[in-house]
């Protein structure tokens, strides 16, 4: 496709389930984000990868977080036993080059509700 | 840790005005900077950045904004305000080491008739 996309769009889960967020970037970009978008607050950034690899998954803010990217394209998000405090946009970002300077083309989110 | 801070959450404006949405942030380097714009059902989009060359940086639906080292700032500005201004503006940051990006809060951006 022509642009980042994500899903779903709308995912609603029970507190203690896993959910699984998936990304699909712009076909050739190297580089993928993860931003995690609370309600009034600003992005805050979770993971970066470089092709297949995630140099700096220093945003994950607890173990139940984790994401992989395969075949340097789609990604997936996972977070086990949700809690409320993970209600939130996810949003996925790609870029061509190494992030720093390159646009980064942004996905519509996932609108994660925990109940 | 890098911050941003956008001064104001909401700004109104009348169309033909002014616009001027604030963002500082806290870095003794010169970092690089951005300016996002997310129109209402759309996904964020990149208005212009600066990446250490001209200050002034020009970017889409003409909005400008420029780099003050002095202040640590990155203010945005457009001459007259459009309704189809309104969307809510984000600033945001790298630096020259590492992959993060810090984004602020977010400026909603109301364009009166």
């Known amino acids: 496709g022509a642009g980042v996309s994500q899903s779903p769009s709308n995912k609603v889960t029970e507190k203690g389930k896993d959910v699984e967020l998936r990304c699909d970037p712009i076909?050739?970009?190297?580089?993928l984000y993860w931003y995690r978008q609370r309600l009034g607050q600003g992005l805050e950034f979770l993971i970066y990868f470089q092709g297949n690899s995630a140099p700096d998954k220093s945003g994950l803010p607890s173990d139940r977080f984790s994401a992989e990217r395969t075949g340097e394209s789609v990604s997936t998000l996972t977070i086990q036993r949700t809690q409320q405090e993970d209600s939130a946009v996810y949003l996925c970002a790609s870029s061509f080059g190494n992030g720093r300077t390159d646009t980064q083309y942004f996905g519509p989110g996932t609108r994660l509700t925990v109940l | 840790a890098q911050s941003v801070t956008q001064l104001g959450s909401h700004v109104s404006v009348s169309e033909g005005a002014l616009v001027l949405l604030r963002c500082n942030y806290s870095s003794s380097v010169p970092p690089y900077l951005f300016w996002y714009v997310q129109y209402p059902n759309q996904g964020l989009q990149l208005l212009l950045k600066?990446?250490?060359?001209?200050?002034l940086v020009k970017g889409i639906n003409g909005f400008e904004a420029e780099f003050k080292k002095s202040e640590t700032s990155f203010h945005l500005t457009k001459p007259s305000a459009h309704m189809s201004d309104a969307a809510e503006y984000f600033c945001a940051v790298s630096m020259n080491t590492g992959n993060q990006f810090y984004f602020g809060t977010g400026t909603s951006l109301t364009v009166i008739p």
């Open positions: 076909s050739g970009h190297t580089a």
């Open positions: 600066y990446t250490s060359a001209a200050t």
